[in-house]
């Protein structure tokens, strides 16, 4: 049986059941921005527990309302329906910003989008219970498909009537089986069932099942078996989060080797109200929507893990949806999928007026706070030659990519976010607190939910394909995917039309295209596909797309599955062959999923780490730039 999807987000708060350590508790009190104190539910013993290790206890009873908005992935609902969701998602966030509205407020905002004020507090406990906007789409009206309302004598007579007469070799006719129920229902004093709705459970019967029962086992293994491979104003934390790209400073060696590669491309999201980095991303690739959506996606989940896998010491206590995300002009920053799943999660994707630089200062700001500390480290090009001269950056190079990111992170969460902010009069980390908690004056928003399940929400931002199910499995860009879970699916149609095959969501990492996520409609989850041939190697969509580059220059024009990877052979073949000559088979290298070496801690050498904040001098971009007034958030 599928399991009901959990809620997108869910709220630390007083009263909440939710698991930790497959144990069951009761929050009482809120501690801190990252932790409570919970009540055992079985022993009564009080604890304190992380919020981010917290998962919410959905109850047994729960309505079907209450999953309904995420039965479906959000690009599958129709323009008219997610306009709709739009319009009353507005419409409540006017009191979702609002903690203090009174009946008044929610009058006055009914009658400005014309819906009763019962509506509106309807639409409002449908978002708060689901924690997503999809939860807002319409419903069609009327029963649902599949829906039976028949006595369950009547339903067990036909299933037993077709089980027996139209389910065997004898291939009985639809009428057949319509006259024998009519016969039984007479004998067993039942009444009879509409010869309509006989005929309509015949037609819900699997085919593949019902061929094979029918004695055509031929027809069904030819048309459905698989064919198996071998293998605004910011005044409070999260109202608006400033987002941008910046290429490094430094240049950094590959993992194997430790020989010159190039320089890093940094991705930086700051919130603007405490100035804390809510997310961030790192890579050798050129700025993209992928960067965007990973950086989005690591904002917005818990960061407990990302640290220890790292290893760094120290809290970073950042998490949840931002109301609206401000950023250049660049195409990156444009797409379906990232504008989409932004909505989903109710974040407003902002665009920066041309020529306006003071929209984006305070992440460049950053970036400069940034860079002043990235020309401490070896390898550093520095801002301009001039600064350069007499260091030679490239044999100075001694950080792989892995050790240079633990260096970001560690001056993130152990300097930057602890040090006193010249604006600010503070330390962002403790703005950030008293945003979330409040004090004697003024009160604080409140902890923000936490994802509830991390990985669907990753997810959402990855790049999509709609693709049939064939007997080969899934083919996205000539390579073949395939897994069990796919067999239900196999050559079926489009519900709305029969004559048209049916086609289905799938989600795909750009950095490893060794599985696909398929999204079952009736699981309502996605699950990973891998290849067909299982002992193909795996690859980055990159290497893909620079193979069928290569394929096409060179003439030819059926490209296949075997030829690509042929091709992939032979280009990592020249790359491990040079790696030690060129500096660009060697970022070429580290594009190679297989390839990456993740060490369980980086090796950085002592005098490289990142000093105290208190031993830090003070920043020297820290100059005042103009306020961020400009942006609103809706209230």
């Given at each position: 049986m599928p399991n009901v999807l959990p809620k997108a987000f869910f709220s630390a708060e007083p009263g909440q059941i939710v698991r930790s350590a497959n144990r069951v508790y009761r929050i009482t009190h809120l501690v801190s921005i990252d932790s409570v104190f919970a009540v055992d539910v079985q022993t009564d013993e009080s604890v304190r527990l992380r919020i981010d290790t917290l998962t919410p206890v959905d109850k047994e009873e729960a309505s079907v309302d209450q999953v309904a908005g995420k039965d479906r992935d959000l690009l599958l609902y129709s323009e008219k329906d997610w306009q709709e969701a739009q319009r009353r998602f507005q419409a409540i966030k006017l009191l979702l910003d609002n903690p203090l509205r009174t009946r008044a407020d929610a009058d006055l905002v009914a009658q400005q989008f014309d819906v009763h004020t019962a509506t509106l507090y309807k639409w409002l406990k449908l978002y708060q219970e689901a924690g997503h906007v999809s939860a807002l789409v319409p419903t069609k009206r009327g029963r649902r498909t599949g829906t039976k309302m028949l006595q369950g004598e009547?339903?067990?007579?036909?299933?037993?009537?077709?089980?027996?007469?139209?389910?065997?070799?004898?291939?009985?006719?639809?009428?057949?089986?319509?006259?024998?129920?009519?016969?039984?229902?007479?004998?067993?004093?039942?009444?009879?069932?509409?010869?309509?709705?006989?005929?309509?459970?015949?037609?819900?019967?699997?085919?593949?099942?019902?061929?094979?029962?029918?004695?055509?086992?031929?027809?069904?293994?030819?048309?459905?078996?698989?064919?198996?491979?071998?293998?605004?104003?910011?005044?409070?934390?999260?109202?608006?989060?400033?987002?941008?790209?910046?290429?490094?400073?430094?240049?950094?060696?590959?993992?194997?080797?430790?020989?010159?590669?190039?320089?890093?491309?940094?991705?930086?999201?700051?919130?603007?109200?405490?100035?804390?980095?809510?997310?961030?991303?790192?890579?050798?690739?050129?700025?993209?929507?992928?960067?965007?959506?990973?950086?989005?996606?690591?904002?917005?989940?818990?960061?407990?893990?990302?640290?220890?896998?790292?290893?760094?010491?120290?809290?970073?206590?950042?998490?949840?949806?931002?109301?609206?995300?401000?950023?250049?002009?660049?195409?990156?920053?444009?797409?379906?999928?990232?504008?989409?799943?932004?909505?989903?999660?109710?974040?407003?994707?902002?665009?920066?007026?041309?020529?306006?630089?003071?929209?984006?200062?305070?992440?460049?700001?950053?970036?400069?706070?940034?860079?002043?500390?990235?020309?401490?480290?070896?390898?550093?090009?520095?801002?301009?030659?001039?600064?350069?001269?007499?260091?030679?950056?490239?044999?100075?190079?001694?950080?792989?990519?892995?050790?240079?990111?633990?260096l970001v992170v560690e001056f993130i969460v152990n300097v930057y976010h602890q040090r006193n902010h010249s604006e600010l009069g503070m330390a962002p980390r403790k703005k950030w607190e008293l945003g979330i908690l409040g004090d004697a004056t003024k009160p604080g928003v409140g902890i923000p939910p936490v994802p509830g399940d991390a990985a669907r929400l990753r997810l959402d931002f990855m790049p999509f394909y709609e693709r049939s199910v064939q007997q080969y499995g899934i083919q996205i860009e000539c390579i073949n995917y395939y897994d069990p879970v796919l067999d239900p699916y196999i050559n079926s149609t489009d519900p709305e039309n029969s004559r048209m095959r049916r086609s289905f969501l799938v989600r795909r990492d750009p950095r490893d295209i060794?599985?696909?996520?398929?999204?079952?409609?009736?699981?309502?989850?996605?699950?990973?596909?891998?290849?067909?041939?299982?002992?193909?190697?795996?690859?980055?969509?990159?290497?893909?797309?620079?193979?069928?580059?290569?394929?096409?220059?060179?003439?030819?024009?059926?490209?296949?599955?075997?030829?690509?990877?042929?091709?992939?052979?032979?280009?990592?073949?020249?790359?491990?062959?040079?790696?030690?000559?060129t500096k660009a088979a060697r970022r070429q290298a580290t594009r190679t999923p297989a390839k990456v070496v993740v060490k369980e801690k980086p090796l950085i050498i002592a005098d490289l780490r990142v000093q105290p904040a208190s031993t830090i001098e003070d920043d020297p971009f820290a100059q005042p730039i103009e306020p961020f007034d400009d942006v609103a958030v809706s209230r």
């Open positions: 009547q339903e067990k007579l036909i299933a037993t009537v077709i089980d027996d007469e139209f389910l065997t070799k004898q291939r009985m006719r639809p009428q057949d089986v319509i006259d024998e129920v009519m016969r039984r229902a007479r004998l067993s004093k039942i009444d009879a069932p509409h010869p309509n709705t006989i005929r309509q459970r015949i037609k819900m019967l699997p085919v593949a099942e019902t061929l094979r029962r029918r004695g055509h086992r031929e027809i069904a293994r030819n048309k459905y078996d698989p064919i198996r491979g071998e293998f605004p104003g910011a005044d409070f934390p999260l109202a608006v989060v400033q987002i941008d790209h910046t290429p490094a400073d430094i240049i950094l060696v590959d993992d194997v080797h430790r020989q010159p590669i190039g320089r890093p491309w940094l991705t930086f999201a700051i919130d603007v109200y405490s100035r804390m980095i809510v997310g961030m991303h790192i890579t050798f690739e050129k700025p993209s929507s992928t960067s965007v959506a990973m950086c989005i996606s690591h904002a917005i989940c818990p960061k407990r893990e990302y640290l220890a896998e790292l290893g760094v010491s120290g809290e970073w206590p950042v998490w949840g949806t931002m109301s609206a995300i401000h950023s250049d002009n660049a195409k990156e920053f444009r797409g379906i999928v990232l504008e989409r799943a932004c909505k989903e999660y109710g974040i407003d994707l902002q665009w920066r007026p041309v020529l306006r630089p003071h929209y984006g200062g305070h992440i460049e700001r950053y970036m400069g706070t940034m860079a002043n500390q990235i020309r401490k480290w070896p390898g550093a090009t520095f801002s301009n030659p001039g600064q350069r001269k007499g260091y030679d950056s490239e044999g100075e190079s001694a950080l792989t990519l892995r050790e240079f990111e633990y060794s599985k696909v996520y398929f999204f079952d409609p009736v699981a309502k989850s996605y699950y990973p596909i891998p290849y067909r041939d299982m002992g193909h190697p795996a690859m980055s969509a990159w290497e893909l797309k620079e193979v069928q580059r290569k394929l096409k220059e060179q003439g030819r024009s059926n490209i296949d599955e075997h030829a690509i990877f042929d091709a992939l052979g032979r280009m990592r073949n020249v790359v491990e062959q040079s790696v030690q000559r």
